[in-house]
């Protein structure tokens, strides 16, 4: 019996993992469309955070927080 339910629980949280990676993968392909069309030094700046923060959040690979 608990060989079915720790089963259950690693497919949930493997069903977990895949849906955040596919949610990270959708936002970053999103924000790489608007920043081309952005002066992103003038946003990053404008938002206060460091020169070069949105280009390596929109390029990071999806399996990374």
Do not use: C
């Amino acid at each position: 019996h608990w060989e079915g339910s720790m089963t259950m629980r690693l497919h949930q949280k493997l069903n977990a993992t895949l849906h955040q990676w596919w949610q990270r993968s959708r936002y970053r392909a999103a924000l790489r469309v608007r920043l081309r069309d952005m002066d992103q030094a003038l946003v990053e700046k404008d938002i206060g955070v460091p020169r070069g923060t949105l280009g390596r959040e929109a390029h990071k690979p999806f399996w990374r927080p």
